[in-house]
């Protein structure tokens, strides 16, 4: 019999310990983490792979991005929270209300449908899908609060929840007039932290951090052309249902006739910062950040969201419709209409998906 | 009669001559020690002393190094064996804690340079509060010498370099012959390290990071109290003993007022009825004497002695501590306790207290949760995962030292010599309290085994005798290393006129248990367990501070934490 039993209690306090006391004490977070391996893999499997995948995020993010660190921390789940989360294949998260809105019409679910489990207050409306191949089990959520490190905090919860094979960050971002229109879909070839910036006395420099898409995301993203598969039919259907409910609430742009909405579906980089963009200067942003040429969409959540999905080996995917341009007055009329538009894409999406279709999870 | 000297030299210290007859007695003791032989101490009845006072040897320490070699050079010729005292326990420096690493410096370079005129064989004994580091630059300096044993270093925390007899009793001579019973309280006391919520009620705002447990210091404390109760100063007609928690100080203070004749009650704070016995004495135009485990801010004893003087209307409440947190004077000092009313409180030993506040970053009650310690919380012999950790911060981390030859080093290792510093009592009895806990016949005839010549092993050998007073005998290191290499056999190491070998075979064979600093391989206490098989003494069991090979098969084994030290991040 070893000489030291572990328990559970000591690989969260080890953890604790790690997260407190070892910041500026390489040695030390060392021995912490040697001591913290060693006693996690005589635990049993749940705890012991809780622990880890937090020690992971410790590794990764043990001096810098706090905020980050301590949202991707959370969202590894409680090692001392019992077993029994729930399982989803696809989980949808939106930020705001219109997001929300434009999810459940797409995905059909009743705007006044109570949530089927909620959780620190937030709720998840849970709907199976029929593919051509197979079922599918979608959640849908909304965080309510914008911002990367509130995205990551609420990716904390939702993993405590539920076991995901695939997370999507749905809804609304700006994009370039130039490039876009409103009601255009975005779907992210990459994500990339454009607030990130180096002081200098000769002034800042910025120095974006990029998230890349696993790889069957990206190849997914290739082989999806939605109007050729009746997205146009599908998305002014929904928009035409959701007109005539009269749900309160559901804002629409006045001059738009849903028979002759038509978006159009782009792959770009969606641009995220803690910065919403309201100076009009969006195409200089982007410029800025290296994005001269690729459509983008400019949004405040994605990578936390990236960050926090990769902690926990979850697949990820942000689509975007285009709801504004970054000006300095932002109509909001097309919030609803945008995200309706990313979500009746990402249904089109995840129909053709032979990701989700193979039951694989990797 | 051959002949020993001491150094005529004085460190900060007022008076320039010995004249304490237990001093010369102890060094007497401390001489026939080392030469092992009867000696009898030069006499230089005119001789002047070289003396550097403490303000001197900070402002200009190069006079340390003037005045050490002048010392120097008037040792007695036919001296076989010189003692310089600069050790806190004899009194020869008033220094609190050791000396100044700069101050040492220039010790060294005085010895280093008049001990190459002494004759060859003369032997020079440093006694000092506590052994330089090895890497320190002042033991560097020595380090030839200190090889040889023509140099020897001795500390109050009883340890040596002496490497020719590591089991040398300079301990035992210092704690019989000088026998002072503030400084056995100051190295008996435990400290316990842990998160002790301040105040009666349930709203925390600060934490005391240290209790003070003088439970096993029940006869210092004895002694000290019927000193103290004896001073004319003092002299109280009835004594109230109160502690808002602490029982350590109850037995003893009874004891010493029933020698005394002297009514003592407690105190509680409470409801009025309950505050003193019913059958407690008229005080009125007496003098009372408040006595207390620990003054910390001085708040409790304040309220309760003008809540005595309320209620026994004495002529004078006056307050004593057997340790405060606060004070000039590290031993037998006096503060305030009562700003407004000029209340003072007199102590044994100051100690130090850490405070953290609730709102303060390091408050690992709240950041972390961290459960609160409790003063009365029972004893496993074990580090909790918290606990230890905490101390490795708390003492920090070191190279591996005193690597045997057969494994390589294990890099940075928790600071255990530093952490025995300060903790040595509290993981000496945790030890005991484990070890009692695997070996049922336990007792104060166990022999303890380790190897010598170690730093930690040293510190938790001395902390061991010290606070459990368990019998501690030291194998030479290189005996027990050329045993776990195999280069001579078990049975050879033992000597008859060695010291350690003498310890282990009386007439009847001690049972023993193994100890060290930490175990990793496990071969230096096999070589310590062959060893001591070869004579066929009974091995107990074994014990460590930490066992960096948890998963390794060991029979009747404590230790107080474990884990596999080697690192298992990418890329080892």
């Not at chain 1, 007109?243 to 002759?260: K, S, V, W």
């Not at chain 2, 309320?310 to 004077?329: C, W, Y």
């Not at chain 2, 230096?524 to 066929?536: C, G, P, Q, S």
Request: charged fraction near 25%; glycine fraction near 6%; hydrophobic fraction near 40%.
């Amino acid at each position: 019999m070893a000489s030291r039993v572990p328990t559970n209690d000591d690989g969260v306090i080890l953890l604790e310990l790690l997260r407190h006391f070892g910041r500026g004490d390489p040695d030390l977070t060392e021995l912490i983490f040697s001591d913290l391996f060693w006693s996690a893999i005589r635990l049993e499997d749940t705890q012991r792979n809780r622990i880890l995948a937090r020690a992971a995020v410790l590794m990764q993010y043990g001096r810098n991005d706090r905020e980050i660190r301590d949202g991707a921390y959370a969202a590894v789940g409680d090692p001392m929270r019992p077993e029994g989360k729930r399982k989803a294949d696809l989980l949808v998260v939106t930020v705001k209300a219109p997001e929300l809105d434009g999810a459940r019409a797409a995905f059909g679910i009743a705007q006044d449908a109570p949530p089927d489990h909620s959780a620190r207050g937030a709720g998840f409306w849970h709907v199976r899908r029929e593919t051509p191949t197979r079922s599918l089990d979608i959640v849908v959520t909304m965080n309510g609060l914008s911002t990367n490190a509130d995205m990551a905090a609420f990716l904390s919860t939702v993993f405590a929840e539920y076991d995901v094979r695939l997370c999507v960050l749905l809804g609304m971002a700006a994009g370039r007039e130039d490039q876009v229109v409103l009601g255009d879909v975005v779907i992210a070839d990459r994500v990339k932290d454009f607030g990130r910036k180096v002081l200098r006395p000769e002034g800042d420099e910025l120095e974006p951090r990029v998230f890349h898409p696993d790889r069957a995301i990206v190849r997914t993203n290739s082989n999806i052309q939605p109007q050729r598969m009746g997205w146009h039919e599908l998305v002014q259907t929904r928009l035409r249902e959701a007109m005539e409910a009269d749900i309160p609430g559901l804002r629409f742009p006045a001059a738009l006739d849903p028979a002759e909405f038509e978006p159009a579906f782009h792959r770009g980089t969606v641009l995220a910062s803690d910065q919403l963009v309201e100076d009009g200067r969006l195409s200089d942003h982007a410029a800025q950040a290296g994005e001269r040429r690729k459509p983008i969409a400019a949004e405040m959540e994605a990578a936390g969201f990236a960050t926090v999905c990769e902690e926990n080996s979850v697949l990820w995917l942000v689509i975007r419709g285009i709801a504004d341009f970054g000006q300095p007055v932002r109509s909001k009329e097309w919030q609803f209409v945008a995200s309706l538009s990313a979500a009746t894409a990402l249904v089109l999406w995840i129909d053709r998906s032979t990701y989700l279709a193979d039951g694989k999870s990797t | 009669m051959p002949e020993f000297d001491v150094v005529p030299f004085r460190l900060g210290a007022p008076t320039p001559q010995p004249k304490n007859p237990k001093l010369s007695k102890f060094y007497g003791q401390v001489a026939e020690m080392i030469l092992g032989k009867a000696v009898v101490q030069a006499e230089f009845p005119q001789r002047v002393f070289e003396v550097v006072k403490s303000k001197e040897a900070d402002k200009n320490p190069v006079r340390i190094y003037e005045r050490l070699c002048q010392a120097l050079a008037k040792i007695s010729p036919a001296a076989e064996l010189a003692i310089l005292d600069l050790s806190q326990w004899t009194g020869a420096i008033p220094m609190i804690g050791s000396i100044p690493g700069k101050a040492f410096m220039h010790i060294a370079h005085a010895i280093g340079a008049s001990i190459t005129d002494w004759p060859e064989a003369r032997i020079l004994a440093v006694l000092l509060p506590k052994l330089p580091e090895p890497e320190d630059q002042a033991y560097r300096q020595l380090s030839t010498y200190i090889r040889q044993d023509r140099v020897i270093l001795f500390s109050d925390d009883m340890e040596t370099t002496y490497s020719r007899e590591p089991n040398i009793p300079y301990g035992s001579t210092l704690l019989h012959v000088l026998d002072n019973p503030l400084e056995m309280l100051k190295r008996k006391l435990i400290i316990r390290r842990g998160w002790y919520a301040r105040g009666l009620d349930d709203v925390t705002s600060s934490y005391a990071r240290h209790f003070f447990d003088g439970s096993n210091c029940g006869r210092e404390l004895e002694r000290l109290l019927a000193t103290t109760l004896r001073d004319p100063q003092l002299h109280p007609d009835l004594v109230v003993y109160h502690s808002a928690g602490s029982t350590w100080l109850k037995g003893p203070l009874s004891t010493v007022c029933r020698d005394h004749d002297l009514k003592c009650y407690e105190y509680e704070e409470g409801s009025q009825e309950t505050e003193l016995p019913g059958q407690v004495e008229s005080a009125e135009g007496k003098r009372v004497l408040l006595v207390v485990p620990v003054v910390d801010t001085g708040a409790t004893a304040c309220r309760v002695a003008e809540r005595l003087e309320e209620l026994l209307q004495p002529a004078e409440v006056q307050v004593l501590a057997a340790l405060s947190t606060v004070g000039r004077k590290e031993r037998m000092g006096k503060r305030t306790i009562c700003q407004g009313a000029g209340r003072s409180a007199e102590y044994f030993l100051r100690v130090r207290q850490e405070d953290v506040h609730s709102e303060d970053d390091a408050c690992d009650p709240v950041r972390i949760g961290t459960s609160i310690s409790r003063i009365d919380q029972g004893d496993d012999g074990r580090l909790s995962t918290y606990e230890f950790w905490d101390l490795v911060k708390t003492a920090g981390l070191k190279d591996e030292d005193d690597v045997p030859h057969w494994r390589p080093a294990l890099g940075k290792v928790p600071n255990l010599p530093r952490m025995l510093d300060t903790y040595g009592c509290w993981l000496a009895t945790k030890i005991w309290a484990g070890v009692a806990r695997i070996v049922r016949q336990l007792s104060q005839d166990t022999v303890f085994v380790c190897p010598g010549g170690e730093q930690g092993a040293g510190k938790l050998a001395h902390h061991l005798e010290v606070a459990t007073e368990a019998q501690v005998v030291r194998i030479p290191r290189d005996l027990v290393d050329a045993v776990a290499e195999q280069a001579i056999a078990p049975s050879a190491t033992w000597n008859a006129a060695s010291a350690w070998c003498q310890r282990l075979l009386p007439a009847t064979s001690p049972s023993v248990v193994l100890f060290d600093e930490f175990v990793r391989s496990g071969k230096t206490m096999k070589a310590m367990r062959d060893i001591l098989e070869a004579r066929d003494i009974p091995i107990l069991g074994s014990c460590c501070l930490v066992d960096f090979s948890p998963d390794e098969p060991k029979p009747n084994f404590h230790c107080l934490y474990a884990w596999n030290r080697r690192s298992h991040l990418p890329g080892d």
